[in-house]
C-alpha cells in the first residue's frame, strides 16, 4: 500500500514494535497483547501501516495475494467488537479452503466463523467511479463462504486500530462449488443461517452487510484505491458477515445456507497447519 508502506519503511519504533509483537504471535500459536498501546486504539494510519509490513513480510516469505475481505460490515459484529465501521485486510493463497475440507484447529488462532458471500472479479477495480453499476459489472460471480476469522491478540480484547493491524483478524477462508452471476441472485436480499454441529447459531440476510454487499465492495474498491492497492481480476473478496460470528474448535462441523447460493461446509480436526 503506498501511503502506508511508505510510514513502515520510515521505522517508527511503534510501528516496528506492533509488527514484531503480531509476529511473534503467529509465529509462536501463543495470542499477544493488543498492539494499541503501541499505535492507538484508532489511528488508522499507523494500523494500516503495520498491515501493510506484515503483507511485506508475508510476500518476501513466498505467499501470494489472492484477493482482499471487508470486515466489520455487520452491525451485530461491530456490537461484538465494540467497533463502529467496517476495515479491509489481505488474502493469501495459504488461507483457501474448498467446501467440505477438514481445517487443523491450530491453523486459526482463536478461530471465529462467519457465513457471507464471496465475489471473485472479472475486471479490474482501479479507476473510474467506483459507484455501485461499476463494481456489479466487474462480479464474474458469487459463491457461498465461510470465514474463519483470527486474532492474534489474547482474548480478541481488539479496537480498531487492533484489528486493523492484525490483518483485520484475518485467518482462513471456505468457499462453496455453486457459482452464481448476479443476474441468478440479489446479494442484498440473500437469507443467511449457520450451523455448528447441526444447531443454528447464527442469521442474517444480505442486508446486514453495509445495507447491501454491494456496497459493501464499492467501499472496499474505493478504500484500496486510495490506499494504492486497487482490486484485480481474479480476486476473492470477502464482502462481510451477514450475521454474528462464533466460536469454533476441533471436532466441529460448520455449515451456512444461503439462499440462492447454496451450502458451504467445513470441518475443524485437532492439530496445526500442514
Not at 511508505?6 to 514494535?17: D, N, Q, W
Not at 458469487?142 to 492474534?152: F, H, M, P, T
Not at 441468478?184 to 447464527?202: I, R, T, W, Y
Amino acid at each position: 500500500m503506498k501511503e502506508t508502506t511508505g510510514l513502515a519503511a520510515a521505522g517508527r519504533p511503534e510501528i516496528v514494535a506492533a509488527v514484531e509483537r503480531l509476529t511473534g504471535a503467529a509465529a509462536s500459536g501463543v495470542p499477544c497483547a493488543p498492539v494499541r498501546d503501541l499505535i492507538g486504539p484508532d489511528d488508522l494510519a499507523a494500523a494500516y501501516a503495520v498491515q501493510a509490513a506484515l503483507t511485506e513480510g508475508r510476500l518476501a516469505a513466498g505467499a501470494r495475494i489472492v484477493g482482499r475481505k471487508i470486515g466489520l460490515t455487520s452491525e451485530a459484529v461491530q456490537r461484538q467488537l465494540g467497533v463502529d465501521q467496517p476495515d479491509l485486510g489481505v488474502l493469501f493463497d495459504d488461507m483457501a479452503y474448498a467446501d467440505g475440507d477438514t481445517i487443523p484447529a491450530g491453523r486459526v488462532l482463536q478461530p471465529r466463523a462467519e457465513a457471507e458471500i464471496a465475489f471473485v472479479l472479472r475486471s479490474d477495480l482501479a479507476g473510474g467511479p467506483l459507484d455501485a453499476p461499476q463494481v456489479r459489472d466487474a462480479i464474474e460471480y458469487g459463491v457461498a463462504a465461510l470465514e474463519i476469522c483470527g486474532s492474534r491478540i489474547a482474548g480478541w480484547d481488539i479496537t480498531f486500530g487492533d484489528t486493523v493491524a492484525d490483518n483485520a483478524s484475518s485467518g482462513a477462508y471456505v468457499l462453496g462449488r455453486r457459482r452464481h452471476a448476479l443476474d441468478a441472485f440479489e446479494p442484498k436480499d440473500v437469507v443467511m443461517s449457520m450451523s455448528v454441529n447441526g444447531e443454528e447459531v447464527s442469521t442474517g440476510t444480505g442486508a446486514a452487510c453495509l445495507g447491501d454487499p454491494i456496497e459493501a465492495l464499492v467501499w472496499l474498491a474505493r478504500t484500496a484505491y486510495e490506499l494504492g492497492e486497487p482490486l484485480r481480476a481474479g480476486q476473492v473478496v470477502l464482502s462481510g458477515a451477514l450475521g454474528p460470528m462464533r466460536p469454533v474448535s476441533a471436532g466441529d462441523t460448520v455449515t451456512a445456507t444461503l439462499s440462492g447460493l447454496g451450502t458451504v461446509t467445513a470441518r475443524f480436526t485437532e492439530g496445526a497447519a500442514s
